[in-house]
């Protein structure tokens, strides 16, 4: 069929508020994983899976089942396929496993207290759907944040009502200000918080947090985003605190601290009623077999004593990376905490002995410097609410450590030398046109 035209108009068929979308900008956005740059952008596990692994990369019966033996036990490709489990219950009791430790109550939690999906951003995305209604209702985030928060609010036609952080205070929450914000408006249905916090890196207190859980008045969901948790001190979980508040949702994922990005297995521990609801509305068979088979591996004790052992390596270089980055001239202060598996740091216009500011120019010419020549990336967060200047960078291996440390010293250098080479040469204008009687 030829010389057809068709009467079909994107922007007039299409939603507003997708068409206005600004798509959540992911750190493989900018730069691939060729195989050779040291990628500390993206918060990942530099250590690589939380699995025993045997010498030509498969994962052992005993690292599965705690059974001995050699043969590696691999997802079953004969029955690929079949749709994989829809309910999930042995995975779900293997999380509820790690997460029962009787810190925060003495109750226990169930397969009844979970969701499971793809990625923390399927329950991102599943709590807007089952609490907000669309063009009306809004959610409430505590900038600096994590972005998928807004974005999902974007797609779901619901609006944003920020409450930002303590940026004079090491970002702690201010839960004063969100229950203000909660009681004098009853559109806002639920409250994202991210613990500890992407960029901040600190945990949120559990007193601080019950604050806004024990609001009178306001009839709505918070939801703790627990990403990073196990960088944080034993014990900072909240997840089976969630059976005592039944308006708790704590989420999780095992693609950080077990190293498992690839599989985009997250969970988010809540009431039943709550995951009920969850449950009811995801699409079928949202976690493929492979991603179950691999996760349940990840919670058998061999694998978890694994991840254990990787975290301290990186907790390792964490306090390493605190100790030996200030000393580089041009680095500034460290911002937030020092809770997660990254740090969110200052950089300066000039050396801190000759009073430098924290400066966005200059931290973005050392991200792209880094980048671009030296093969190592981190992430410019300069943009975000109280970052000004701020590089996020995430903890690698002790080598991985060793290359950021030699070369962001000498990027930062030549960074530094160009805005002082340029400060001269505006100096030198200045100075010219006064003598010839200009006024610059």
Aim: contains cysteine; proline residues 6%; aromatic residues 6%.
């Amino acid at each position: 069929m030829t010389g057809f035209e068709s009467p079909f108009n994107l922007s007039e068929c299409a939603r507003p508020n997708i068409l206005a979308l600004e798509p959540y900008r992911c750190a493989r956005d900018d730069y691939k994983d060729n195989g050779t740059n040291i990628l500390l952008d993206a918060n990942e596990n530099a250590y690589g899976p939380s699995l025993a692994l045997s010498g030509n990369g498969g994962v052992s019966n005993e690292a599965v089942n705690g059974h001995s033996g050699q043969e590696a036990a691999e997802v079953d490709l004969f029955r690929l396929n079949r749709y994989p489990d829809p309910h999930q219950i042995e995975l779900k009791q293997l999380l509820c496993n790690l997460r029962n430790t009787h810190h925060h109550t003495p109750k226990r939690i169930q397969p009844e207290n979970l969701f499971v999906g793809v990625g923390s951003d399927e329950a991102i995305d599943a709590l807007l759907r089952c609490f907000c209604t669309p063009g009306r209702d809004k959610i409430l985030t505590c900038p600096p944040t994590y972005g998928m928060y807004g974005v999902s609010a974007q797609v779901n036609d619901l609006k944003v009502v920020k409450i930002p952080l303590d940026t004079s205070n090491s970002f702690k929450l201010r839960p004063d200000a969100i229950n203000d914000a909660l009681s004098s408006d009853p559109l806002i249905k639920v409250v994202y918080v991210c613990s500890p916090g992407n960029p901040t890196a600190n945990l949120v207190t559990k007193s601080d947090l019950q604050q806004v859980l024990l609001h009178p008045t306001w009839n709505g969901v918070v939801v703790l985003d627990e990403a990073y948790i196990d960088f944080a001190p034993d014990g900072s979980s909240l997840a089976e605190w969630v059976a005592e508040w039944p308006n708790l949702v704590v989420m999780q994922t095992l693609s950080k601290a077990f190293g498992l990005a690839g599989i985009r297995l997250g969970a988010a521990f809540a009431s039943p009623p709550i995951a009920r609801l969850l449950n009811n509305l995801k699409a079928p068979y949202n976690i493929s077999s492979p991603t179950s088979a691999l996760a349940s591996a990840a919670l058998q004790p061999k694998n978890i004593a694994v991840m254990r052992s990787n975290r301290e390596k990186i907790l390792m270089q964490r306090d390493r990376m605190v100790q030996e980055l200030p000393k580089i001239p041009g680095v500034g202060r460290f911002l937030g905490g020092a809770d997660s598996n990254f740090l969110l740091v200052e950089i300066l216009d000039k050396p801190r002995n000759r009073g430098g500011e924290p400066n966005n120019e200059t931290a973005m010419a050392g991200d792209e410097g880094m980048g671009e020549s030296k093969g190592v990336i981190v992430r410019f967060r300069g943009r975000e609410v109280g970052c000004l200047g701020c590089l996020r960078i995430t903890i690698g291996t002790e080598e991985e450590v060793d290359t950021l440390l030699d070369k962001i010293q000498l990027v930062l250098a030549d960074v530094l030398d160009n805005r002082d080479r340029a400060r001269g040469s505006q100096m030198e204008n200045s100075k010219e046109h006064e003598a010839n009687g200009v006024i610059a």
